[in-house]
Each structure stands twice: as C-alpha cells, then as structure tokens.
C-alpha cells in the first residue's frame, strides 16, 4: 500500500525534523517546507495527505497559507501555533484549518490528531463521492426544510446541498438526533469532539457560528443563555 504523505510547513528546522522523524516512524512519507512560498509549491508538486501548518512563517502569514492550500483542493490542514491567544486559533480554524495544537506540544497528541483528522477526511470523501455521483437533489427532498443524511453523510437545506466539515456535519447530526435537549458545551466537546480533544469550548461556538450561516440555522440552532444549545425544529 502506498504510503499516505504529511507536508510540515514550518520555519522552525529542530521543530520540523522532530515532526518529520515522528510521522516516518508511523509510517508516513513526510515533506518540509520552511517557508510559506515553499509549502505552497510542495502542496502541489507532492499532493499531501494532510497539511502540518505552522502559525507564524517568514514570508506569508500561516493564515493565508492554510485558505490559498484549500482553495487549491480540500484538504485536511492541522494548525501548529505557538501562540496562546484563543482568538488566533479561532481565527485559524475559520480560515479552513480543521485543528489546532499548541506549541510547545507532544508528538504524540499530534500523532494521534492527524490519525483523527484522516480518519474523518476519509469517511467524508467517501461520503462525498457518493453524493457527488447524484445527478440531482431528489424531488422528495424540495419541501424538507432540514435533511441530515448519515448514509450520504450530507445535509440538504430546503433542498439544496449544504456542504460542511465532518465536524460541522457530527455536530449538526447530534442535534437533530436530540431535539429541545439543552447541551453545555463540554457535553458537545466530548461528544463531538472526543473525551481526549484538548481545545476549548470556544471552538464549540465557532462551529454553532458557521453551522447558523451555511445552513441558514440562525433560528434552529438556539443559544441558551448560561448553559448552552439547543436544536429546536
Ligand atoms: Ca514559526
């Protein structure tokens, strides 16, 4: 089988070779970048699996590296940053990365993260691939204000395609499966998330954020105040 490739976009050489050795040893092919300019040239000669994006590069900010990577395909970005602000991360986890680790980190959270976000990827390709192949939304789905389809593993707004992350559409399908039922957001990180995902409950809101907009759910998706969320049909 051929081996799934890593590109790490990072400035810092010590911290680049660690990464490099980690994930050969899990059985990677890994590629360095040590500039923005490079990383984006590499993204396209080697064709990634995933992305490991440093915050802060020389040249081009990490921000505009990780939205110019996804405009050129769909493609699983876990952001590096050594900063502690929360607004930076959030702000990197708009710009289309799908997870963030703090640096200084342990190789083995990010080991594990990237298993993780393969593994996600994978399934929502697979899912995509299928819904891809439909030639058009069924008939049967026009006058259903809100599908959420596990087996497409796609979501139809008043008929039309909605398209959203995995974590966007697990988020969203947890919902739908509880309606009126109240969650914190912890329930949902643990939920969502994982037990072991070590982000904050900002992230939780960041989520509800682009789920209201893409998915017009802005009165579906209720804040409720000093506890949480809930998904009211
Ligand atoms: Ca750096």
Redesign the pocket.
Known sequence: MEKQKILVI???KPIAEILKYGFEKEGFEVFCAFTGARGLQAAQEKAPDLVLL?W??PDISGVDVCRLLTEQRNIPILMLTARDNVEDKLYGLESGADDYVTKPFDLREVVARVHTILRRFERAQQAGGAAAGMEKTPDDLRNVPLVVSKEEHSVYRNGCPVGLTPREFDLLAYFVKHPRQVFTRTALLDQIWGYDYLGDTRTVDIHIQRLRKKADLSEQLVTVFGVGYKYVP
Do not use: V
């Open positions: 990072e400035d810092e440093d802060m590069l």
